[in-house]
């Protein structure tokens, strides 16, 4: 053990076997990093590697191979001891696997020392779970939850000495009423393997768990919700995956499971919807009228069709082009920086978001006084619209790599309201169609972004409806346009699409809570490659 000048903590350096060689392993606990060096000079194919200790899964004393022990020197010296350690390697597009590399020495002393060294420093990661609470949707996506948990992720946990209890939903929302009964202080996390409907359920319990613990009102649209510390992990096997895909970078259980096991925390935003002064969801990534709240309303009659669903429903609505006649009204989000145009992503380590979460801790400081958002400017628009999406993320997929709105932010307190007014067909192909390449895809006359904090939304029907401004002849004509959709023409309301379920009223009011929960995520990385990162080619030629 080597003592560092400045009361820097010690470093650990030993000559240890790897493969069939002598490598240099050093344990730095100041900078957090195992690293081993081939002392061979670098025209003879040394190599230099390291795994910052923060991505240690595990290390355990192992076995030496058969098959080591009997080249070279070792059939030489005594049984020689070795340990294993278990680590992320990080690979191309976010994937992450674990990977594991295994040093032998002669000095059991000298092994036993390494050992309770890399324990006491994984005992130091005080973000990593315990005990976690895991929720498997059996029936959702493809139906592969329970053998995606069993076969990919069970064991990760196990290895990582996580203790869990499983559920497995038998009904809709069981694992939303579960969450109001168990006794949640006894975990660090609640994990969900299925898809975004599923991480909805739980959120819900979760958040609706934290309220009715503190008292709070959830029906009142003004009430400042409790922040949840507990963390949710997500274990993506859904038909649809887009807030793991926007929090992570992938939809890959391993990746999921491997965020879970290193204690990663990433701040989210939750929206609260409202009608009437009556709660009625809660949503994180998509919240759409008109064109998106159609395909879902479509696609739910339709599920037997599996995933292909969302494909047929799409082009059934975009081919019926209907247009929807309303008032939006919302408040612009000042407090935040940048805009929904600009080019700065929300990543690892996001600036933006760290700024939200000071401005956040200054408001919870001086929670007594007394908010004056009621008198804040509000701004209104009417017109004819064909889609009306406010996303808290950048709702990307493997199908949409930037998302609906590719600079918005997982925890700055503020949605993006996208409004895109009645247009062609062709034009709103276009605008579709720049979902999936780099261009621009605000960049139309039909088409107005903002960066906001709360809206409300009422439709022309319900305008007129509260003006006892009745037309029978209208309404008749528009119950034949919900019959037949195919005419075209503008049908009274449309559904909205609040993270692909339906809300029944189309009158809402919505506020953004920042950074209400937390993920079991880090955001998206930049350039996450594994040669950049570790440089392992080495390695895994020895073993």
Request: net charge positive.
């Amino acid at each position: 053990m080597e003592q560092l000048l400045g009361g820097r903590r010690p470093r650990l350096v030993s000559s240890l076997g790897l493969g069939q060689r002598s490598w240099e392993v050093t344990l730095d606990e100041e900078r957090g990093l195992l690293a081993w060096r081939d002392p061979r000079p670098p025209r003879r194919g040394g190599e230099n590697c390291f795994v910052p200790t923060s991505e240690i899964i595990a290390v355990e004393e192992t076995e030496p191979n058969k098959k080591q022990r009997n080249v070279g020197k070792w059939q030489k010296m005594a049984k020689p001891h070795a340990f294993t350690v278990y680590y992320v390697k990080k690979a191309r597009n976010h994937r992450w696997r674990c990977s594991d590399v295994t040093f032998w020495c002669v000095d059991e002393h000298l092994c036993n020392q390494w050992v309770q060294a890399l324990k006491e420093l994984l005992e130091m990661q005080k973000s990593r779970p315990k005990q976690l609470l895991v929720y498997i949707n059996p029936y959702g996506g493809k139906r592969q939850g329970k053998r995606i948990y069993e076969q990919k992720v069970a064991p990760l946990f196990s290895l990582a000495s996580i203790s869990t209890d499983v559920v497995i939903t038998e009904h809709a929302n069981h694992a939303k009423d579960n969450l109001f009964e168990v006794n949640i202080n006894k975990y660090d996390g609640v994990v969900c393997v299925g898809g975004d409907g599923m991480f909805s359920e739980v959120m819900h319990g979760l958040i609706g768990r934290m309220q009715k613990d503190s008292g709070i009102d959830q029906n009142n649209p003004k009430a400042p919700l409790v922040q949840c510390n507990i963390r949710i992990g997500i274990i993506p096997a859904g038909s649809t995956d887009c807030i793991c895909y926007s929090t992570v970078g992938i939809s890959d259980p391993v990746t999921s499971a491997l965020h879970i096991i290193v204690g990663d925390c990433q701040p989210l935003d939750v929206s609260s919807i409202h009608h009437n002064n009556t709660f009625l969801k809660y949503s994180v990534s998509l919240l759409g009228y008109g064109f998106y709240g159609d395909i879902l309303k479509d696609s739910e009659k339709k599920r037997w069709m599996g995933p292909m669903r969302y494909d047929y429903s799409g082009f059934k609505t975009f081919l019926s082009h209907h247009y929807y006649e309303g008032t939006v009204s919302f408040q612009p989000a000042k407090h935040t920086l940048g805009s929904p145009r600009d080019k700065d992503s929300c990543r690892t380590g996001c600036y933006i978001c760290k700024k939200s979460e000071q401005q956040l801790a200054e408001q919870h400081k001086e929670r007594g006084l007394k908010r004056k958002e009621d008198e804040e400017e509000w701004k209104v628009i009417k017109g004819k619209f064909l889609a009306i999406n406010a996303v808290n993320m950048s709702c990307a997929c493997p199908r949409s790599p930037k998302g609906l709105s590719p600079a918005a932010h997982l925890a700055d307190g503020s949605a993006d309201l996208i409004l895109v007014r009645k247009c062609s067909r062709f034009d709103f192909l276009r605008y579709l169609v720049r979902h999936t390449n780099q261009e621009d895809q605000f960049d139309f006359s039909f088409v107005d972004v903002y960066r906001v904090k709360s809206f409300q939304f009422s439709s022309k029907l319900s305008e007129d409806n509260e003006s006892n401004v009745t037309d029978i002849g209208k309404k008749r004509f528009g119950q034949f346009c919900r019959d037949h959709p195919a005419c075209c023409c503008n049908i009274a309301n449309s559904t909205w699409n609040c993270d692909g379920e339906t809300l029944d009223s189309s009158a809402i009011e919505v506020r953004v809570h920042c950074q209400l929960m937390k993920l079991f995520a880090r955001g998206i990385e930049e350039n996450c490659k594994d040669e950049a990162a570790y440089n392992q080619s080495g390695v895994e030629q020895l073993l």
